[in-house]
């Protein structure tokens, strides 16, 4: 004998559960196990949705990459995503499973002109649709073409400037544009660009660290002040040897950073409020910000007074770190010291083995780092 309960008393009154009782007993009389179908209502209720179209799958793994990123990157991977989406609304009613190789080829093959967003593109559908296989989202027949397509050929032609591919340049600021460069930019850019700036010069880190500094980040310690930027926010993070990257803070960089900290917004030291919304200042608004100085730039070509164009020419971030790195090769810093400055890994072989720090020496280094570019600008402080 098995028991089935109908309900509740007072609120289900003697009639309603007369009428459910008739209701169960005819459903047993046709060979139905109402234990059993309310056992499998639940489970259906309880099991996860599985999407029906591109869409709804995409819009799981936005809410599966929120869970594991930082909420900065995983809104720019969702900002690509469904920008795609918009543009392709074939492709986004299409069921997961349903997706020839045809249309996938098609999607990218377009995106050709713009290699650099095809591939990133590329990259986050194959992890999407990786995701979705694991997590039952997508049938397990469904093939994955994101991951074979356009392997290998989506690539950079460099930079564009007036319409034009430039290539890629290599590009070290000499010390006579440092010269020219630093007393200008500390006269013309905005507070948040020039801080940004300096420290990409006195520390070598990369702009994605510089400009996603928090104050939980930053510490004193027994010798000195130090940044330890996580090991998970980090380009090589995939890598399961990649350990946290330790910055000394010496001089002006660590004025910078304590005032910054000292005015930080929910925790970021670079955060921007233009329009009334408070966010984090991203490396690619600082990118911007510096090419809108360049005379190519259409913004200034139309600005008109001395001191609005930047007099130094053709450079970018990702310059200001390779000319801290030559500066530190030019005061013959070692090395392997250098490299660790700048948070490049060691080679295979040599990181299996050579387990030090070089915290001391770091800092050491650092140090010189920042009294040659107080040289470099004539002790302009």
């Known amino acids: 004998m098995k028991q089935v309960r109908l309900g509740h ?14 209701e169960k007993r005819d459903g047993r009389s046709a060979g139905v196990d109402p234990a059993a179908a309310r056992k499998k209502a639940a489970q259906a209720k309880s099991a996860p949705a599985v999407p029906t179209t591109v869409r709804e799958l995409l819009e799981s793994f936005r809410d599966h990459l929120a869970g594991l990123r930082q909420a900065e990157g995983a ?44 591939k990133k593109l590329r990259a986050l559908l194959g992890q999407a649709w990786d995701w979705g296989l694991d997590a ?41 544009e440092l010269k020219k460069l630093l007393p200008w930019a500390r006269a013309n850019m905005s507070q948040s660009a020039l801080d940004g700036l300096l420290l990409y010069l006195y520390t070598g880190m990369r702009g994605v660290e510089i400009f996603a500094l928090r104050t939980e980040y930053v510490a004193q310690e027994d010798d000195g002040w130090w940044i330890t930027f996580p090991a998970h926010l980090l380009k090589m993070e995939r890598d399961a040897d990649t350990v946290d990257h330790r910055v000394p803070l010496i001089g002006e960089a660590l004025e910078i950073v304590q005032r910054r900290m000292a005015g930080a917004w929910e925790g970021w030291l670079f955060y921007t409020g233009r329009g009334g919304k408070y966010r984090p200042y991203h490396r690619n608004t600082f990118s911007s ?6 005379p ?25 770190r390779r000319t801290a790195r030559t500066l530190l090769g030019a005061i013959d810093c070692p090395e392997e010291v250098g490299e660790a400055i700048i948070g490049h890994k060691q080679r295979v072989m040599v990181a299996s083995y050579n387990l030090h720090t070089y915290d001391a020496q770091k800092r050491l280094w650092v140090e010189r780092l920042h009294q040659a570019l107080r040289k470099i600008e004539g002790n302009f402080i």
């Open 289 to 294: 910000y510096v090419y809108s100085l360049m």
């Open 75 to 118: 809104a720019r991977a969702w900002s690509a995503l469904e920008r795609m989406l918009d543009e392709e609304p074939v492709l986004s009613k299409t069921a997961p499973h349903d997706v020839t190789r045809a249309q996938a080829y098609e999607v990218l093959d377009k995106r050709r002109d713009l290699p650099a967003a095809a």
């Open 296 to 320: 190519d730039s259409a913004k200034a070509k139309r600005r008109a007074g001395e001191g609005l164009v930047c007099p130094v020419v053709g450079w970018s971030p990702h310059d200001l």
């Open 136 to 176: 039952g989202k997508i049938d397990a027949s469904a093939h994955n073409w994101w991951r074979s397509l356009l392997k290998g050929q989506l690539r950079s032609k460099g930079k564009i400037i007036g319409g034009e591919h430039v290539g890629f340049q290599r590009r070290v600021l000499s010390q006579a």
């Open 9 to 22: 008393w007072p609120e289900m009154s003697l009639s309603d559960a007369v009428s459910a009782w008739g």
